[in-house]
């Protein structure tokens, strides 16, 4: 007979080995005595402290209440604990934007004479960050085209300390290797760093692919309703150590009130991430079949040539794809202005469609020879499908392509 498991501990966390669905709704979640259901937000800067020994307990770190809110806030705390949660990472930290997540984790991660490998293919802020800010403080930066595998092996030198990609990219929705990417710095002092902005954890996971640190642009689909600027770092204890003490110290922390609503953002993520990609399938294979399209981009598309790796590493295909009209940047033009519900604009995560030309705003820095070598045609709309009915959304793009010819 076997003795009771007497000293056995219990698992006293509920939500161990918990679904998506259930993080993303009940994770990081802790009740004031007021016994609340919904989170608080906690709009408060500052901390009373019990007593004097209380106070210098605190801020010697000796007891873990809070300070300060440029430190911790609660509100901000839930967050954090929830999207660490989903993304399967030990830890995260809150950001007042999702620069202000890769900012930190460059400037807590990175020292002058470091060296960067980031993929050509990422948001141009990014771009922007690395090549005209990293760079003074003497980081040097290589961009590198996103699935040029090869580039970057050759690319990693001994100085390497960060790889740094976005997939699916934007806007041609090319897929990156992310088991690759991360079997290339094995052995070597440099991380893998994943902005999962356009799959959220709800649709891709690239701490469980082998990235070491994964960034969030939460203004994005994490509020999904285009509300509040925020973003979060998570990944590994040690290096999110080092990202929180850059934070506390040069203070762009997430405001409570946007955590609250990132909060309550996350809690329908995985439903809309789903919705958002059935949609964008629906309408790919439908433009695909328009006589006024030459071409989509959509990794849920079998011909498209990411389409077996993102089947791989991704649940499903998100919310944005482009397509070339036949024509120019004069038909991509009369195309977009001729819709009515989607709105002109280059943000993305919404509920509400959006539609934008990225040859002449979010790549219209780039010159004319960049653009081609990054495939960016004049002709090229990128549409970011929103929870529209997809009727409704397919009868404006048909408005679109009618005054296309
Ligand atoms: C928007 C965006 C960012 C920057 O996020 P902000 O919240 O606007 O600072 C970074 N990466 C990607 C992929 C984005 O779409």
């Not at 939460?218 to 204890?237: E, H, I, M, S, W």
Request: with cysteine; glycine share 8%; charged share 20%.
């Amino acid at each position: 007979m076997t003795p009771p498991d007497t000293d056995m501990t219990p698992n006293d966390d509920p939500l161990a080995g918990a679904h998506l669905d259930t993080l993303g709704i009940r994770a990081g979640i802790t009740r004031t005595a007021e016994g609340e259901h919904s989170e608080p937000i906690f709009t408060t800067s500052s901390y009373v402290f019990d007593s004097a020994a209380d106070a210098a307990a605190r801020f010697s770190g000796d007891s873990p209440g809070n300070v300060y809110s440029r430190y911790t806030n609660p509100t901000v705390r839930s967050f954090e604990q929830r999207i660490a949660a989903l993304e399967g990472g030990e830890a995260a930290v809150g950001t007042a934007s999702g620069m202000a997540a890769i900012l930190s984790t460059c400037m807590a991660l990175l020292k002058s004479g470091d060296h960067v490998l980031c993929s050509r293919d990422v948001f141009g802020t990014t771009t922007n960050l690395f090549a005209r800010y990293l760079v003074k403080f003497g980081v040097a930066v290589d961009f590198v085209p996103l699935l040029a595998l090869d580039q970057w092996r050759d690319g990693l030198r001994q100085e390497t300390k960060l790889l740094f990609v976005e997939t699916p990219s934007n806007p041609l929705c090319e897929v990156a290797d992310i088991r690759a990417l991360a079997e290339l710095t094995r052995g070597t002092d440099a991380l893998l760093v994943v902005d999962n902005c356009f799959c959220t954890p709800a649709l891709q996971r690239p701490l469980e692919l082998g990235a070491d640190i994964v960034i969030h642009s939460a203004t994005k689909y994490l509020d999904g309703q285009g509300r509040c600027v925020g973003g979060a770092v998570v990944g590994g204890a040690a290096h999110m150590a080092e990202v929180v003490t850059f934070l506390r110290t040069c203070g762009p922390t997430m405001s409570p009130f946007n955590a609250w609503v990132f909060l309550k953002g996350l809690e329908t993520l995985r439903l809309r991430m789903e919705a958002h990609s059935r949609s964008a399938l629906d309408i790919a294979l439908w433009l695909q079949q328009q006589p006024q399209v030459e071409r989509v981009f959509y990794a849920g598309l079998p011909s498209h040539p990411g389409h077996a790796l993102a089947t791989q590493q991704q649940s499903a295909f998100g919310g944005v794809l482009s397509f070339q009209v036949k024509g120019g940047r004069e038909e991509a033009w009369r195309c977009i202005d001729a819709t009515r519900i989607m709105s002109l604009t280059a943000n993305l995560g919404d509920a509400k469609s959006t539609i934008v030309h990225p040859a002449t705003t979010t790549h219209g820095r780039l010159t004319p020879e960049q653009r081609v070598e990054a495939g960016i045609a004049d002709s090229l709309i990128r549409v970011a499908v929103g929870l529209e009915h997809v009727d409704d959304l397919k009868a404006d793009l048909q408005r679109g392509l009618d005054a296309v010819v």
